[in-house]
């Protein structure tokens, strides 16, 4: 009896990467590709009615971006090992996605090779990060021993909620909109805006946009629409 595929979802905005991402994943035996979502809500929807086995998950996404979209299927789809697919490899995004429970890390950079191999590593209950992550990040664990860093010296990572709300800031986001849009009260929209800037060591909006496009929470283009933000 020949064995189940592996049922694969494919969270990714840009068209072209999706397209090709399910050209290869449908010409490689025993993985078959069961969804696509464009947004990071399409994603949590999806991930709910299909119960994949492995969810290819992309960082810049509209709606909810790739941290708080995996926390919510985290809790809708146990079962289901989140991937992280992602042109960046900021070591602080690598750490809030393992936070939260992601059961590995590719770049965009990385062959088709690596990525088959990553799915079917975590398909079946493993881990796997590319090599260039696992690298940095044994060699700044290795730097904080040596150092004599504790955890407390480390710059704190973003919750779900700050990392959502980064997002339609630098997306151009009033205060009003991000309240409306997470149904929360424009003080908390505040205080949450107050809580990045003092994690993150940025004091205005231009600052924050540059760094989410930095660290691939937003796409570049999306930069220009951020002049109106409140």
Same mark, same amino acid.
């Given at each position: ?8 979802? &494919? @969270? ?6 999706? /397209?090709?991402? !399910?050209?290869?994943?449908? =010409?490689?035996?025993?993985? %078959? +590709? ?24 992309? &960082? @810049? ?6 941290? /708080?979209?995996? !926390?919510?299927?985290?809790? =809708?789809?146990?079962?289901? %090992? +989140? ?36 799915? !079917? ?110």
């Amino acid at each position: 009896m020949n064995k189940a595929p592996i049922k694969v979802l &494919i @969270a990714e905005d840009h068209g072209i990467v999706r /397209e090709g991402l !399910r050209l290869l994943l449908d =010409l490689t035996s025993g993985l %078959k +590709v069961v969804g696509e979502a464009s947004t990071g809500s399409e994603a949590v929807e999806l991930a709910a009615r299909l119960q994949p086995d492995v969810i290819l998950m992309d &960082i @810049a996404m509209p709606t909810l971006n790739g941290f /708080e979209a995996t !926390r919510q299927i985290r809790a =809708l789809s146990p079962d289901s %090992k +989140v991937l992280v697919l992602s042109a960046h490899s900021d070591e602080e995004y690598v750490e809030h996605f393992l936070s939260i429970g992601v059961a590995g890390y590719v770049v965009k950079q990385n062959s088709g090779q690596i990525l088959v191999q990553a799915i !079917r590593e975590v398909a079946g209950g493993g881990t796997f990060f590319a090599p260039s992550i696992s690298e940095r990040m044994q060699r700044l664990e290795r730097t904080a021993f040596q150092r004599g860093d504790s955890s407390g010296s480390k710059r704190r990572p973003l919750t779900p909620r700050e990392a959502q709300v980064l997002q339609l800031v630098a997306e151009g986001s009033a205060n009003k909109q991000i309240a409306a849009e997470l149904a929360i009260s424009i003080k908390t929209v505040e205080k949450h805006r107050q809580q990045l800037m003092d994690k993150l060591n940025i004091h205005d909006t231009a600052g924050l946009t540059r760094h989410a496009i930095a660290t691939g929470v937003i796409e570049s283009s999306i930069q220009g629409t951020t002049a109106g933000a409140g």
